[in-house]
């Protein structure tokens, strides 16, 4: 097996990205696995594996993963959608819906204050 190297690593998040683009999101988190073995403080490619693990239905590694993104950059607004989303689809609505309002309240993406829904009844 060849060394692995900074540039085997670029090589292996880009590859990622493209199988994540391509529905292929078990094939990703495997190629991340090595950058982030190589490289645990990487936030992008944590990201990356944790959308990975929400595409392929992995909702508690993805839960997780945006966690400890979430750590490192709490101002990270597409981390807390994201997270929402997974508690969403592991329906959990009461934690979704904070990480809902906490994305819109940093970056007021339509998106994100719709699923916000700041209007909607408590």
């Given at each position: ?5 900074p540039?085997?690593?670029i ?7 493209h ?5 292929n ?25 944790a959308?990975a693990?929400?595409?392929?239905a992995?909702?508690?590694?993805a839960e ?20 929402a ?8 609505a ?10 819109a309240a940093l ?9 916000a ?6």
């Amino acid at each position: 097996m060849p060394e692995s190297s900074p540039e085997t690593h670029i090589i292996d998040y880009r590859a990622a990205e493209h199988l994540l683009a391509a529905r292929n999101p078990r094939g990703a988190v495997k190629l991340l696995d090595s950058v982030i073995a190589a490289h645990p403080e990487n936030t992008a490619a944590r990201l990356l594996r944790a959308r990975a693990f929400f595409a392929s239905a992995q909702l508690r590694s993805a839960e997780l993963e945006f966690q400890l993104v979430l750590e490192r950059e709490p101002d990270n607004a597409f981390a807390h959608f994201a997270l929402a989303r997974t508690y969403e689809r592991a329906l959990r609505a009461d934690r979704a819906k904070r990480h809902f309002r906490l994305a819109a309240a940093l970056d007021p993406k339509p998106e994100y204050l719709a699923a916000a829904q700041f209007d909607a009844d408590e």
